[in-house]
């Protein structure tokens, strides 16, 4: 039977409050097997890259990572972020390794190609290295994970956050028996987006076909709820949506996806 | 008998200068054996905080690590400076993992304590998880140490980059035969500061006292080679100063200290 590994990502308004965070960081902490911390950088990014005048570069409403912005998001997303979470897991006894996917070779991408728009530095992900990622696990190391890449010619990438925790999900099930949460400030998936208490408490192929036809999944949710049944239909056993609480295994209030 | 370990501290001139830099990282992926590079971040840190808005503060000529200033230093040399260096070593073929002294709890240090001047958030080496780096040396990746530690309390700090190269060898010796090398821009120490080619090719405790006491080794050269000698006495089996050609070891224009 294989192991289980837990792999948790974070959401922006998590990581912009520090008691949030810290809440989290300690739920997370106390997450039996094996596990995987996955983080963008918030607005702070942003913020930094304001302050240092460097700013978002946007062709129709998408944002473009020039070379500034690629070592801004290298700054904060992968120093940062990381290295302060990394030290809060280690004050909570848990074994933390802050990584991008330069580090072990873990995740390998190529730049985005030009098709309307030139993203920049946005690179798709071809390749989790689920063997030196494993080696990590299995010698009792967490790794945390932010939102870079690489294409093992040197060059650092900016990759979603939402789409590593995906792939890293499905690269890992080879060898774990995987689940992939995403954490954020709501309850779950919602029938109703003004009524926080409208939590779907489980979404299959199914009912998520007529949950698009019906429009109830609609926005930001789109991409998401793609990349979780992306991650199902490649051998994740399930993927739960909700907020911090859904880690303590004691509330099922939240939003549970299978096949 | 231990397996040897190389660990190259390389200076902020290398850090700053693209080719040399790369030329550096190509002579190091080489190294047979296991190996650790650790760097700082050269007047990077300084030039992003300066058009941050933070001014570094300086009491008595010494500079202070204010929570801004260390925010700097994890962003430049945790970030930036670790995961670009991280990258290329990787296209090297170097199985690199860019770690801070929090990552895999690998080096805790305390507060220094306030004397005459308060420091802020400046780290004085306590402990090196020498269990830990070498479960990560075992497995065939190679640690890039960034002149970052922590408390374990989740307190990060800003610590000399020749410190913590000479706290790892220290700390390694008791499971590898460790040589430590400072890799910077001249080729040696120096017996005359004006003449390049006037390297000092051995130095032992005995002439080290006489180039002390004839003023040879001075200014910023006496704290590295105090760092040096520290090693040394601590089993550290060799330590070597000269610049990026030592590495290719077909050379011996550089300096060696032994006891």
Redesign the interface.
Known sequence: MKEKLSIVKIGGNIIEDPKSLSHLLGLFSKIDGHKILVHGGGKKATQ?GN???ITSKMVNGRRITDAESL?VA???????V???I???L??LEC??????G????AIHARKRPIKEIDFGWVGDVDSVNSK?IS??LQ???TPVFCA?T?D?????FNTNADTIASELAIGLSSEFETTLYYCFEKKGVLRNIEDENSVIQHINSETYKSLLANGIIADGMLPKMHNCFHALENNVKQVCIGDSEMLQQTTSNFTTLTL
Chains 1, 2 share one sequence.
Request: hydrophobic share 40%.
């Open positions: 930094i302050k240092l005048g070592d290298i700054m904060v997303y992968g120093g940062l990381s290295k302060k990394t030290a809060q280690q004050a074994n933390a390794l802050g990584m991008s330069a580090d072990a070779n030196g080696k990590l010698a009792g190391f870079l690489h093992g010619k040197g060059q650092l």
